[in-house]
């Protein structure tokens, strides 16, 4: 393994997120809303994808740079086909240590999570943003009913994907009454509920500041209930703020982009369905990956030169720059290349 390479804030990079396609059955309102993806909307076409084998190859060249954890994103994920196969390949990268994918749930049946475990996946995030259907339903935008998600943590939970994590994003008189009723219901589940800051990634879900529910009230909330205290991060370079209930009723987090920013530590870089490279999830402009691997005469050294001087001239810092940002300036959208 080549040394580690460091950004110009002495970040170093170790973590791969893959988003594998751009597609996703949801119209979740802070990711996707059908106002702009509705049925004329132009994704990828398969030809523009990135290949399993042009994966493989460059978590291997990413392997050789310092990243030993891999998620795998969307879009939803589980809308690419044969996933379990492209599982495989990863797990076969040596520098690869850990596996895992963040998804809506709604296509993780228990035969799909055991497929995907056998393949090489170790742990699972899934979004669910309320207890109340209703709630959840005006979310997601498309009917999809709490207890399709909640057979999705069960069937990951019975093939032993652990731990478990599931992401509540909160956005203000929308689903912030769902902080308690969700917080309970996971309680002594093994499930690690996270609560996160609504951001504003992308474009298109109309953020507002006014919208966002902040990491302090959330907690506050909490605590009016349950008596809880913090831990201590379990790896460099962890977004998620760990409490655990003093009653030894499991743990939460609390991602907090917008009023505790973690710039200084992020470690993460992001290939998009298409081969892009973002440096940072509120990007603007991708390094153009795929021409790379699909062009013959370039080898991997080459490759790898390529990408140790993009992150080592690596300046993001979004969030902690927010208020000096305008919110005109143009992101890459997160259904597009993962949360």
């Known amino acids: 393994m080549s040394a580690a390479i460091l950004d110009k804030h002495q970040r170093p990079l170790r973590d791969l997120r893959i988003s594998v396609t751009d597609r996703c059955n949801f119209r979740c309102v802070y990711c996707m809303p059908k106002e702009v993806f509705g049925a004329k909307f132009h994704f990828l076409p398969k030809k523009e994808l990135l290949t399993f084998d042009e ?63 056998d393949a090489g996946l170790k742990r699972v995030t899934i979004s669910l943003d309320a207890l109340s259907d ?5 979310i997601n935008d498309v009917s999809v009913p709490v207890s399709r998600i909640l057979s999705a943590i069960d ?45 504003d990634v992308g474009n298109t879900n109309g953020w507002r500041l006014d919208d966002v529910v902040s990491a302090q009230e959330i907690l506050l909330t909490l605590q009016e209930e349950w008596d809880l205290e ?42 998009s369905p298409e081969g892009q490279i973002y440096t940072c999830l509120f990007g603007s402009e991708g390094f153009d990956l795929r021409r790379l691997l699909r062009d013959e005469t370039v080898n991997d050294p080459q490759i790898i030169q390529a990408l140790t001087a993009l ?29």
């Open 311 to 339: 992150w080592s001239g690596r300046l993001d810092q979004y969030s902690l720059l927010r208020s000096q940002m305008t919110s005109s300036s143009p992101k890459v959208e997160m259904s597009h290349i993962g949360g």
């Open 230 to 271: 913090p831990m201590a991060p379990s790896q460099p370079g962890e977004v998620a703020r760990r409490f655990r209930y003093r009653d030894g009723g499991g743990e939460i987090g609390i991602i907090a982009s917008v009023t505790q920013p973690f710039c200084q530590h992020c470690s993460r870089i992001r290939l």
């Open 155 to 199: 069937a990951a939970t019975a093939v032993g994907l652990k731990p478990i994590k599931v992401n509540m994003v909160v956005k203000r008189d929308v689903n912030d009454g769902q902080i308690i009723p969700m917080a309970r219901h996971f309680r002594h589940s093994g499930v690690v509920l996270r609560f996160i800051e609504y951001m």
């Open 134 to 138: 209703s709630i959840f339903q005006a």
């Open 55 to 117: 994966l493989h190859r460059a978590a291997q060249i990413f392997g050789r740079l310092g990243v030993s954890k891999v998620r795998i994103t969307g879009g939803e994920p589980l809308m690419r086909q044969d996933l379990d196969v492209l599982i495989s390949q990863l797990s076969e990268v040596e520098a690869v240590q850990d596996i895992a994918m963040t998804t809506n749930g709604y296509l993780l049946t228990r035969e799909k999570a055991q497929a995907l475990k």
